[in-house]
């Protein structure tokens, strides 16, 4: 049913309702939305909310996990030493860190830098939905088993989640969404780097077909 034809005869107009996937949202308005959020536990020990950044209709969105301390206290997403290898991968695709757009799955730092927990991430999900569906990337670069396992519904390990592009459907449009290793595991773990690249290779291929062009010519 179209909640905007349930309007009584005689009521006032209401506002139509947001579109829950994002689609026709502006980010400004989930921002505002979010608010000074206190929808979870994990408002208690942050400095900032980091909502995400970059290009509002990138044609490529990566999607990590949730805030580290740099990013805690920036307020924005992927600043840190993995934010570092995160450019480096995002130039190595022929793109600049402006050109695409960043989010986490939530948005306020889990303490001590643990792992978000399913409660955490039931509630803060939902804007990073609406975000996607707002930005309507080309493709989604999920990089670690919560930005996979999230936006995928699955507990399959990265491991055999990533090497190919998954449909990822979000306000009524399949994205391609390529599963990858987080660039703090890289760091500890950087033979894994060539993995990766083979991912991102996937990715670019992909965005070629589907006719967008990276700015600067690629390479590793
Ligand atoms: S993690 Fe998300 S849901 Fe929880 S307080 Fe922060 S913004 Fe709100």
């Given at each position: 049913?179209?909640?905007?034809?349930?309007?009584?005869?005689?009521?006032?107009?209401?506002?139509?309702?947001?579109?829950?996937?994002?689609?026709?949202?502006?980010?400004?308005?989930?921002?505002?939305d979010?608010?000074?959020?206190?929808r979870?536990?994990?408002?208690?020990?942050?400095?900032?909310?980091?909502?995400?950044?970059?290009?509002?209709?990138?044609?490529?969105?990566?999607?990590?996990?949730g805030?580290?301390?740099e990013?805690?206290?920036?307020?924005?997403?992927?600043?840190?030493?993995?934010?570092?290898?995160?450019?480096?991968?995002?130039?190595?695709?022929?793109?600049?860190?402006?050109?695409?757009?960043?989010?986490?799955?939530?948005?306020?730092?889990?303490?001590?830098?643990?792992?978000?927990?399913?409660?955490?991430?039931?509630?803060?999900?939902?804007?990073?939905?609406?975000?996607?569906?707002?930005?309507?990337?080309?493709?989604?670069?999920?990089?670690?088993?919560?930005?996979?396992?999230?936006?995928?519904?699955?507990?399959?390990?990265?491991?055999?989640?990533?090497?190919?592009?998954?449909?990822?459907?979000?306000?009524?449009?399949?994205?391609?969404?390529?599963?990858?290793?987080?660039?703090?595991?890289?760091?500890?773990?950087?033979?894994?780097?060539?993995?990766?690249?083979?991912?991102?290779?996937?990715?670019?291929?992909?965005?070629?077909?589907?006719?967008?062009?990276?700015?600067?010519p690629?390479?590793?």
């Amino acid at each position: 049913v179209d909640p905007g034809a349930l309007v009584l005869p005689g009521a006032p107009p209401a506002a139509r309702p947001p579109a829950l996937d994002g689609s026709g949202e502006t980010l400004a308005a989930i921002r505002a939305d979010l608010g000074d959020c206190t929808r979870c536990k994990l408002c208690a020990g942050r400095k900032n909310i980091v909502f995400g950044t970059g290009n509002p209709t990138a044609p490529l969105l990566f999607v990590g996990e949730g805030p580290g301390a740099e990013e805690d206290v920036q307020g924005e997403p992927f600043v840190g030493a993995a934010g570092q290898l995160l450019n480096r991968m995002i130039a190595a695709m022929g793109f600049a860190r402006q050109d695409v757009y960043i989010a986490n799955v939530v948005k306020c730092r889990p303490p001590g830098n643990r792992n978000p927990e399913p409660d955490e991430i039931a509630v803060c999900s939902p804007f990073l939905l609406r975000q996607v569906g707002s930005v309507r990337p080309k493709v989604i670069v999920t990089l670690g088993k919560f930005a996979a396992q999230t936006l995928l519904a699955t507990e399959a390990p990265v491991g055999t989640l990533r090497g190919r592009l998954h449909p990822f459907v979000v306000a009524g449009e399949s994205i391609s969404l390529m599963p990858t290793y987080h660039p703090a595991y890289l760091l500890r773990t950087p033979s894994m780097k060539k993995v990766v690249w083979e991912d991102l290779q996937v990715v670019m291929a992909e965005l070629a077909k589907l006719g967008v062009q990276a700015p600067s010519p690629p390479g590793p």
